[in-house]
Nanobody, 124 residues
Framework: QVQLVESGGGLVQAGGSLRLSCAASGRTFSIATMAWFRQVPGQEREFVAASSWRYGPTYYADSVKGRFTISRDSTKNTVYLQMNSLKPEDTAVYYC?????????????????WGQGTQVTVSS
């Protein structure tokens, strides 16, 4: 099993920045890809960004491209989401997810493990 714990959410004004962290523990050797999703009450959980756990590629939703950056520190078993130029429509609960699959997946069904979520609120 893999456990994921997010932190770093909070309240920020539009145009501001936040950095989310996701610490992985347990059988982390089984992780191939990490991702961030977000969810607004009453809406589907949507893909935000993903990264290969040990190597290169990253992938972003069009809505965050150029503003958000996903990165990882394998020595700390942690993945980050740097969020800049935040907009009120970025307000959501942000979830960290992990999968044993090597392909960069954007569907929540592809992910085996989930964190508990952290609230991000952007005021206008």
């Amino acid at each position: 099993q893999v456990q994921l714990v997010e932190s770093g959410g909070g309240l920020v004004q539009a145009g501001g920045s936040l950095r989310l962290s996701c610490a992985a523990s347990g059988r982390t050797f089984s992780i191939a890809t990490m991702a961030w999703f977000r969810q607004v009450p009453g809406q589907e959980r949507e893909f935000v960004a993903a990264s290969s756990w040990r190597y290169g590629p990253t992938y972003y939703a069009d809505s965050v491209k150029g503003r958000f950056t996903i990165s990882r520190d394998s020595t700390k078993n942690t993945v980050y989401l740097q969020m800049n130029s935040l907009k009120p429509e970025d307000t959501a609960v942000y979830y960290c997810a992990a999968t044993r699959g090597f392909s960069i997946a954007t569907s929540r069904s592809e992910y085996n493990y989930w964190g508990q979520g952290t609230q991000v609120t952007v005021s206008s």
